[in-house]
């Protein structure tokens, strides 16, 4: 991961609302969600 990817990131997991549909359109599990789901 290189520092573009790692400052995506952190800009997503800031916007993160917890609803989850990010894990259900990525199955794969490429998308790590703990942050999020521990918001539920």
């Known amino acids: 991961m290189n520092?573009?990817?790692r400052?995506?990131?952190e800009i997503i997991?800031?916007?993160?609302?917890?609803?989850?549909?990010c894990v259900i359109a990525?199955?794969?599990?490429a998308i790590k969600v703990h942050h999020?789901?521990?918001?539920?």
């Open 3 to 5: 520092g573009s990817e």
């Open 7 to 9: 400052h995506t990131t």
């Open 13 to 21: 997991e800031e916007m993160c609302q917890g609803c989850g549909v």
């Open 26 to 29: 990525c199955p794969s599990g």
């Open 36 to 40: 999020s789901l521990e918001r539920l």
